[in-house]
């Protein structure tokens, strides 16, 4: 049965005709957008950022690794905390944050305070997949439906993946015309929306009673030890990524040291914060996370190299860079909706597999000198990648995550997304890191074809998709 159709079944519970209506949506997909585009939104204002403030402009990039290390942390712990305290308490805590930071990073006199600013964003913006993912699943148990909500589910794709790419034009727009601090201001009234939208229209969490809210019954229930471990050894893991080429020998021992004990206090746990056991049992689902990873590695690397080469060798200004970028993220959410109503899992990351390899062979042909069409047709081969990965794993995550683990597993689906995230950026300053030129772009694009070879791999050899060209 198609998910649309099922949508508008008869209603299970006491729920209205269409369980998944604008009011239950659009709080969600206000909420997911905030994450990606804080991500992105900041590249344009590095510059001014280190001109006023005095400081170098690579100094700045603790701008954006601060944002990536603390969602890298934050995805799964609030998709814990929605399972156990309630998906809408979590949601509205996190827009807080967001709220919190923009003020913070508004009125920001000096690096460590805008710093401060992006780990408070990078928190709260955390909060919103997690939850909707938690708050959707529960409501189609309610309405009784049998497939995914596809259509429910592309929004939260469009939301979550394809409003990245708009944030380098926005953060050019605002920073151009406004000024560095509306790279924060700009979530101050986004999140008041957010928060009214949230408080009216999305359903309150079950009551929690008196033994529920001690903090050593909470602390028990979350599993505090096994995330404060998983936060130091995520930590370690990507301050080491980040540092390479360079070996930062002290980030690799905090990460063996946290690793090892965490590892072996969750496998002794009934119900761990990170399941290493589901995950080996679960393979359908490990593999969905490596797929997400990989492809937007790819993703990134074309959103952050690309752009750095279009600027340093093709001399494209700022603006002329992210407005060349912008159709892969137009062609991304185009395609993202229409597909995910079909709960295609399958197909489309077979296609994204293939376009990566595509795309990836593409870049390989550009040099400082071709047309502007060429690269907006790379990225637009790397927009089709986005949406087909993003939809596919997203309905993927959706049918093999535990129902009740759904806040956690998809916290961790955005966790490897990050790695990929951040991944990209470690290769494109190794490529580059002797001056920004063709060559390295050949490079990058050398790299991505094995990363998509991967991907097409862990897609045609698993034998969970082989069955589900659709889920219906």
Same mark, same amino acid.
């Given at each position: 049965? %198609?998910?649309?159709?099922?949508?508008?079944?008869?209603?299970?519970?006491?729920?209205?005709?269409?369980?998944?209506?604008?009011?239950?949506?659009?709080?969600?997909?206000?909420?997911?957008?905030?994450?990606?585009?804080?991500? +992105?939104?900041?590249?344009?204002?590095?510059?001014?950022?280190?001109?006023?403030?005095?400081?170098?402009?690579?100094?700045?990039?603790?701008?954006?690794? +601060?944002?990536?290390?603390? +969602?890298?942390?934050?995805?799964?712990?609030?998709?814990?905390?929605?399972?156990?305290?309630? #998906?809408?308490?979590?949601?509205?805590?996190?827009?807080?944050?967001?709220?919190?930071?923009?003020?913070?990073?508004?009125?920001?006199?000096?690096?460590?305070?805008?710093?401060?600013?992006?780990?408070?964003?990078?928190?709260?913006?955390?909060?919103?997949?997690?939850?909707?993912?938690?708050?959707?699943?529960?409501?189609?148990?309610?309405?009784?439906?049998?497939?995914?909500?596809?259509?429910?589910?592309?929004?939260?794709?469009?939301?979550?993946?394809?409003?990245?790419?708009?944030?380098?034009?926005?953060?050019?727009?605002?920073?151009?015309?406004?000024?560095?601090?509306?790279?924060?201001?700009?979530?101050?009234?986004?999140?008041?929306?957010?928060?009214?939208?949230?408080?009216?229209?999305?359903?309150?969490?079950?009551?929690?009673?008196?033994?529920?809210? %001690?903090?050593?019954?909470?602390?028990?229930?979350?599993?505090?030890?096994?995330?404060?471990?998983?936060?130091?050894?995520?930590?370690?893991?990507?301050?080491?990524?980040?540092?390479?080429?360079?070996?930062?020998?002290?980030?690799?021992?905090?990460?063996?040291? #946290? #690793?090892?004990?965490?590892?072996?206090?969750?496998?002794?746990?009934?119900?761990?914060?990170?399941?290493?056991?589901?995950?080996?049992? @679960?393979?359908?689902?490990? %593999?969905?996370?490596?797929?997400?990873?990989?492809?937007?590695?790819?993703?990134? +690397?074309?959103?952050?190299?690309?752009?750095?080469?279009?600027?340093?060798?093709?001399?494209?200004?700022?603006?002329?860079?992210?407005?060349?970028?912008?159709?892969?993220? #137009?062609?991304?959410?185009?395609?993202?909706?229409?597909?995910?109503?079909?709960?295609?899992?399958?197909?489309?990351?077979?296609?994204?597999?293939?376009?990566?390899?595509?795309?990836?062979?593409?870049?390989?042909?550009?040099?400082?000198?071709?047309?502007?069409?060429?690269?907006?047709?790379?990225?637009?081969?790397?927009?089709?990648?986005?949406?087909?990965?993003?939809?596919?794993?997203?309905?993927?995550?959706?049918?093999?995550?535990?129902?009740?683990?759904?806040?956690?597993?998809?916290?961790?689906?955005?966790?490897?997304?990050?790695?990929?995230?951040?991944?990209?950026?470690?290769?494109?300053?190794?490529?580059?890191?002797?001056?920004?030129?063709?060559?390295?772009?050949?490079?990058?694009?050398?790299?991505?074809?094995?990363?998509?070879?991967?991907?097409?791999?862990?897609?045609?050899?698993?034998?969970?998709?082989?069955?589900?060209?659709?889920? @219906?």
């Amino acid at each position: 049965m %198609r998910a649309d159709a099922t949508e508008s079944a008869a209603p299970a519970r006491g729920l209205s005709r269409k369980p998944f209506s604008w009011t239950f949506t659009t709080p969600l997909y206000v909420g997911s957008s905030l994450n990606p585009i804080n991500s +992105s939104i900041i590249a344009t204002a590095l510059v001014p950022i280190a001109t006023e403030l005095h400081v170098s402009v690579g100094s700045t990039a603790t701008l954006v690794s +601060s944002l990536y290390l603390a +969602s890298a942390v934050a995805q799964p712990t609030a998709g814990k905390l929605a399972e156990v305290l309630g #998906a809408r308490r979590v949601f509205l805590f996190g827009i807080v944050l967001v709220l919190l930071g923009g003020v913070v990073g508004g009125l920001g006199q000096n690096l460590a305070m805008l710093t401060v600013a992006r780990v408070l964003v990078g928190i709260g913006t955390s909060a919103a997949f997690p939850c909707a993912m938690v708050l959707i699943r529960r409501r189609a148990e309610d309405a009784g439906l049998d497939a995914p909500p596809g259509g429910v589910l592309g929004g939260i794709a469009i939301a979550g993946m394809a409003t990245a790419a708009v944030g380098p034009p926005i953060g050019g727009l605002l920073v151009g015309a406004a000024g560095w601090r509306w790279a924060f201001l700009i979530n101050i009234p986004v999140t008041l929306i957010a928060m009214v939208m949230a408080v009216r229209w999305l359903p309150k969490d079950p009551a929690l009673d008196r033994a529920n809210r %001690r903090f050593r019954r909470v602390a028990d229930r979350i599993d505090l030890t096994g995330i404060l471990g998983f936060a130091l050894t995520m930590s370690a893991l990507v301050i080491f990524l980040m540092d390479l080429p360079r070996v930062d020998w002290t980030a690799l021992a905090v990460f063996v040291l #946290a #690793a090892v004990p965490t590892v072996w206090w969750e496998l002794r746990r009934a119900a761990p914060f990170f399941d290493f056991r589901g995950l080996a049992a @679960n393979g359908a689902l490990t %593999r969905t996370y490596l797929r997400q990873g990989l492809t937007l590695l790819g993703t990134y +690397s074309v959103m952050y190299g690309m752009t750095q080469w279009m600027e340093a060798a093709h001399g494209f200004s700022t603006v002329t860079a992210g407005l060349l970028l912008l159709p892969m993220g #137009a062609v991304s959410a185009l395609l993202s909706h229409p597909l995910a109503r079909r709960n295609l899992v399958r197909g489309p990351l077979i296609v994204s597999a293939v376009s990566m390899l595509i795309g990836s062979a593409g870049i390989m042909l550009l040099t400082s000198h071709s047309p502007a069409i060429a690269l907006v047709l790379v990225s637009l081969i790397f927009g089709v990648a986005s949406a087909t990965t993003t939809v596919g794993n997203q309905t993927a995550l959706y049918l093999e995550a535990p129902p009740d683990q759904i806040g956690t597993a998809s916290g961790l689906f955005r966790t490897f997304g990050y790695l990929g995230t951040i991944t990209s950026a470690v290769i494109g300053g190794i490529v580059f890191r002797t001056g920004v030129t063709d060559h390295g772009l050949h490079t990058l694009g050398l790299v991505l074809v094995g990363a998509g070879l991967a991907v097409l791999l862990l897609t045609v050899l698993d034998r969970r998709l082989m069955g589900r060209h659709t889920t @219906n």
